[in-house]
């Protein structure tokens, strides 16, 4: 039952406006700029957490 009112509605429960529109939308292009942003940010926060780490045991070899 629930599948026949899918299909019946198929065009209301297609992707978003983002996700099935044009590439070129600046929406589009905005929510790609954030996911670099985010994508930058994680990778920050594991190069510190990395360095953090590798100093901890350069200074436990040290002493």
Same mark, same amino acid.
């Given at each position: 039952? @629930?599948? @026949?009112?899918? @299909? =019946?509605?198929? #065009?209301?429960?297609?992707?978003? =406006?983002?996700? *099935?529109? #044009?590439? #070129?939308?600046?929406?589009?292009?905005?929510?790609? =700029?954030? @996911?670099?942003?985010?994508?930058?940010?994680?990778?920050?926060?594991?190069?510190?957490?990395?360095?953090?780490? *590798?100093?901890?045991?350069?200074?436990?070899?040290?002493?």
């Amino acid at each position: 039952m @629930i599948w @026949i009112v899918m @299909i =019946a509605l198929i #065009d209301i429960l297609s992707a978003c =406006a983002v996700c *099935y529109g #044009d590439p #070129d939308e600046p929406a589009v292009k905005a929510v790609q =700029a954030g @996911i670099w942003v985010l994508l930058g940010v994680i990778m920050f926060v594991l190069s510190s957490i990395g360095l953090f780490m *590798y100093n901890l045991a350069k200074k436990s070899q040290e002493s």
